[in-house]
Protein backbone atom coordinates (compact mmCIF):
# COMPACT_ATOMS: atom_id res chain seq x y z
CA UNK A 1 0.00 0.00 0.00
CA UNK A 2 1.28 3.17 -0.75
CA UNK A 3 0.07 6.66 0.26
CA UNK A 4 0.49 10.14 -1.87
CA UNK A 5 0.04 12.99 0.61
CA UNK A 6 -0.67 16.47 -0.94
CA UNK A 7 -1.75 19.96 0.34
CA UNK A 8 0.29 20.97 2.66
CA UNK A 9 2.10 24.56 2.39
CA UNK A 10 2.03 28.16 3.97
CA UNK A 11 -0.77 29.80 5.47
CA UNK A 12 -1.25 33.16 7.35
CA UNK A 13 -3.07 32.69 11.18
CA UNK A 14 -6.70 32.26 10.63
CA UNK A 15 -6.47 30.79 7.20
CA UNK A 16 -7.26 27.29 5.89
CA UNK A 17 -5.38 24.71 4.04
CA UNK A 18 -6.67 21.21 3.23
CA UNK A 19 -4.48 18.01 3.28
CA UNK A 20 -5.28 14.59 0.87
CA UNK A 21 -4.31 11.48 0.96
CA UNK A 22 -4.78 8.64 -1.54
CA UNK A 23 -4.06 5.21 -0.89
CA UNK A 24 -2.74 2.67 -3.92
CA UNK A 25 -1.74 -0.13 -4.49
CA UNK A 26 -2.72 -3.63 -2.79
CA UNK A 27 -5.51 -2.62 -0.84
CA UNK A 28 -8.17 -5.31 0.01
CA UNK A 29 -9.50 -3.54 3.20
CA UNK A 30 -9.39 -0.63 4.85
CA UNK A 31 -9.63 0.37 8.68
CA UNK A 32 -8.65 3.43 10.15
CA UNK A 33 -7.40 6.12 8.29
CA UNK A 34 -5.82 9.63 9.35
CA UNK A 35 -3.43 12.16 9.97
CA UNK A 36 -0.85 12.35 12.60
CA UNK A 37 1.55 15.10 12.89
CA UNK A 38 4.99 15.71 14.39
CA UNK A 39 6.72 19.20 16.02
CA UNK A 40 10.36 18.82 16.18
CA UNK A 41 12.00 16.56 18.61
CA UNK A 42 8.97 15.24 19.31
CA UNK A 43 6.75 12.27 19.20
CA UNK A 44 4.21 11.62 16.11
CA UNK A 45 0.50 12.41 17.35
CA UNK A 46 -2.91 11.99 16.34
CA UNK A 47 -4.77 14.79 14.77
CA UNK A 48 -7.80 13.07 13.90
CA UNK A 49 -8.88 9.43 12.63
CA UNK A 50 -12.00 8.03 10.63
CA UNK A 51 -12.72 4.38 11.57
CA UNK A 52 -13.91 1.68 9.57
CA UNK A 53 -17.35 2.47 11.04
CA UNK A 54 -16.99 5.97 10.71
CA UNK A 55 -16.19 6.99 13.73
CA UNK A 56 -14.30 10.05 14.49
CA UNK A 57 -11.83 10.75 16.53
CA UNK A 58 -10.02 14.13 17.19
CA UNK A 59 -7.00 15.53 18.97
CA UNK A 60 -8.39 18.49 21.78
CA UNK A 61 -6.53 20.79 20.60
CA UNK A 62 -8.08 20.85 16.83
CA UNK A 63 -11.24 19.99 17.82
CA UNK A 64 -13.41 22.19 16.30
CA UNK A 65 -11.58 23.30 13.62
CA UNK A 66 -10.44 20.72 11.99
CA UNK A 67 -12.30 17.87 9.93
CA UNK A 68 -11.54 14.63 8.54
CA UNK A 69 -13.77 12.77 5.35
CA UNK A 70 -12.88 10.08 3.98
CA UNK A 71 -13.74 8.41 0.42
CA UNK A 72 -14.05 4.65 0.55
CA UNK A 73 -14.56 4.30 -2.99
CA UNK A 74 -11.48 6.27 -3.75
CA UNK A 75 -9.44 4.89 -0.45
CA UNK A 76 -8.80 9.06 -0.04
CA UNK A 77 -8.95 10.79 3.35
CA UNK A 78 -8.77 14.51 3.96
CA UNK A 79 -8.46 17.02 6.35
CA UNK A 80 -9.95 20.27 6.28
CA UNK A 81 -8.10 22.49 8.68
CA UNK A 82 -9.59 25.86 9.71
CA UNK A 83 -8.68 28.82 11.54
CA UNK A 84 -5.35 27.79 12.06
CA UNK A 85 -2.68 28.64 14.21
CA UNK A 86 1.20 29.05 14.49
CA UNK A 87 1.16 26.29 16.82
CA UNK A 88 -0.35 23.82 14.10
CA UNK A 89 2.79 24.30 12.35
CA UNK A 90 3.91 20.90 11.82
CA UNK A 91 5.25 17.83 9.15
CA UNK A 92 1.46 15.86 8.78
CA UNK A 93 1.55 12.13 8.20
CA UNK A 94 -1.04 10.45 6.56
CA UNK A 95 -1.65 7.04 8.04
CA UNK A 96 -3.60 3.44 7.48
CA UNK A 97 -4.64 0.04 8.97
CA UNK A 98 -5.36 -1.96 6.26
CA UNK A 99 -5.43 -6.16 7.06
CA UNK A 100 -3.64 -5.19 10.18
CA UNK A 101 -0.59 -3.47 8.81
CA UNK A 102 0.06 0.29 9.17
CA UNK A 103 1.09 2.29 6.45
CA UNK A 104 2.50 5.95 6.59
CA UNK A 105 2.33 8.35 3.60
CA UNK A 106 5.82 10.89 3.59
CA UNK A 107 5.23 13.74 5.78
CA UNK A 108 3.77 16.77 4.19
CA UNK A 109 4.67 20.25 5.39
CA UNK A 110 2.53 22.56 6.91
CA UNK A 111 3.18 26.19 8.14
CA UNK A 112 1.45 28.55 9.81
CA UNK A 113 2.78 31.92 9.93
CA UNK A 114 2.06 35.99 8.90
Known amino acids: VQLQASGGGLVQPGGSLRLSCAASGSIFSIGSMGWYRQFPGKQRDLVARSTGSGVTNYADSVKGRFTISRDNAKNTVHLQMNSLKPEDTAVYYC?????????WGKGTQVTVSS
Open 95 to 103: HVMSMGMSY
